[in-house]
């Protein structure tokens, strides 16, 4: 009986390494014929410089020397990245965790895989003769967003959340992208912004302000990578190879912002000066930062956003992200 049973396992080893063998032979057959996979990834935005990583690829081959091609789609707004993989235009959604949590509170079975802005970039910005410094400051006065529906509205609301604030206590306007210039005019009390609408705003004229980071109060991420639960299940190896691809690129802009901020000129919509795109590349890399190591999703923090936009009102239902949320693909 213990030689029929060691028998079994021994065929049963001898299965699995041929399983290897045949995977491996696979990809080795697919390097050599030049072969590509590829992947469509849907971003939340056009080109832009602080993205340049992932738009270079002609030139520096982080996704061609892991064999693979990169379609970027741009969009507008986190949302529309979330649609795009949802109705199977694209593969990856470069999204935040605001559109995430909207998509999981309909229903939609959506995984993160890799932690793109670990750091929150949002804030609020006033001139300092308002004297607002705190957020309870911000009682009665009337705040510029770029939209209603933008991360600037929602990041703003959970500073005055902290502080027993609702929307119902300050004014909130749309002001669009252009926020800061109804602040400079005195048209609104402060602003909700991002760090680097911050920077260009201090380009424009801007001085003499006062900020407070929502990161002091909730240090949720930015941006994330979600896949649809199909999309993780049927393609591990190819999300391990574009993860592996993706941090090669974000490292190389980390150690070599100059070169970056050059390309961005070309690649990038909003690139056309080489010093303003190096700032703005310098931010990000900042953002991308984690103590955890890179690209690395705490999910304690993000199930913290999630319960805080459900306080808000910002979606119904309580969610559970410890089933949406994945760390296996981050390189060791």
């Keep these: 009986m213990k030689q029929k ?12 390494f041929l399983g290897a063998c045949d995977a491996t032979t696979e990809s080795a057959e697919k390097t050599a014929s030049g072969e590509k996979d590829s992947v469509r990834l849907a971003s939340w935005s056009q080109p832009i410089s602080e993205q340049i990583n992932l738009l270079v690829d002609a030139e520096k081959h982080f996704f061609q020397e892991n064999n693979l091609d990169i ?17 199977g235009k694209a593969d990856i959604a470069f999204t935040d965790p605001g559109s995430l949590f909207g998509a999981l509170d309909k229903g939609e079975k959506l995984k993160v895989i890799y932690n793109i802005y670990p750091q929150n970039v949002f804030n609020v910005v006033s001139l300092k003769e308002k004297n607002i410094t705190k957020p309870e400051d911000l009682k009665g006065k009337t705040i510029g967003v770029y939209s209603l529906s933008s991360g600037t509205r929602q990041n703003l609301l959970i500073l005055l959340h902290q502080v027993g604030l609702t929307e ?45 980071e929502v990161k002091d109060v909730l240090n949720f991420p930015s941006d ?42 070309e690649h990038a919509i ?63």
């Design 5 to 16: 049973q060691l028998l079994i396992i021994g065929f049963s080893l001898c299965f699995l």
């Design 71 to 87: 379609t970027f789609i741009p969009g507008a707004g986190g949302g529309d990245a979330i649609k795009n993989i949802l109705t």
């Design 168 to 212: 119902a206590d300050v004014n909130i306007v749309e002001t669009g992208l252009l926020n800061f210039a109804p602040l400079i005019q005195g048209q609104v009390d402060a602003t909700a912004a991002t760090d680097t609408g911050l920077f260009l705003g201090k380009q424009k004229g801007l001085s003499d302000v006062n900020v407070m």
């Design 224 to 265: 994330v990578f979600v896949v649809t639960e199909e999309m993780y299940e049927e393609n591990k190896e190819l999300l391990t190879t574009f993860i592996k691809s993706y941090q090669e690129s974000a490292e190389w802009m980390m150690e070599e912002p100059k070169e970056a901020a050059a390309l961005a000129v």
């Design 270 to 332: 909003d690139g056309k000066d080489e010093e303003t795109n190096y700032h703005i590349i310098q931010l990000r890399n900042e953002a991308s930062k984690n103590k955890q190591g890179m690209g690395y999703t705490d999910i304690n923090t993000l199930q913290k956003a999630a319960d805080m936009y459900r306080e808000l009102g910002l979606i119904e239902n309580q969610l559970n992200l410890s089933d949406d949320v994945t760390n296996e693909f981050i390189p060791r």
